[in-house]
């Protein structure tokens, strides 16, 4: 009997159609997802013994993405107006990249 953990629970690909546990005995997830980081373990059983497999770490890096760019503000008194955005769609994980380019542009308003 072969069973698989992540961070010492049972994993029931069942419950979730990204993890596939093969007939093989080999642990597939078919689209790394954040919540697929963690440590995972294969328990292998007989009648004789109880074998355990040395712990893979599984990181899921997520790059940044930046949000939509807020409406110009109204103009200044120099001109100008400007509009921002935020690298939260999503923001960086685990070592993910920061989003590339500008956060905030100006602009002249006549």
């Excluded at 294969?42 to 997520?62: G, Q």
């Amino acid at each position: 009997q072969v069973e698989w953990l992540k961070n010492e629970e049972p994993i029931d690909s069942n419950l979730d159609e990204n993890i596939d546990t093969r007939a093989d005995h080999n642990l597939i997830i078919r689209q790394a997802r954040l919540s697929d980081s963690g440590n995972y373990t294969c328990m292998a059983a007989n009648i004789v013994a109880k074998r355990r497999s040395m712990s893979a770490t599984v990181v899921v890096y997520v790059d940044g993405s930046w949000e939509v760019w807020s409406e110009w503000s109204v103009c200044s008194p120099e001109c100008e107006h400007l509009r921002v955005r935020e690298c939260i769609s999503p923001a960086p994980r685990n070592g993910g990249k920061f989003c590339e380019g500008l956060g905030q542009e100006s602009e002249n308003c006549t």
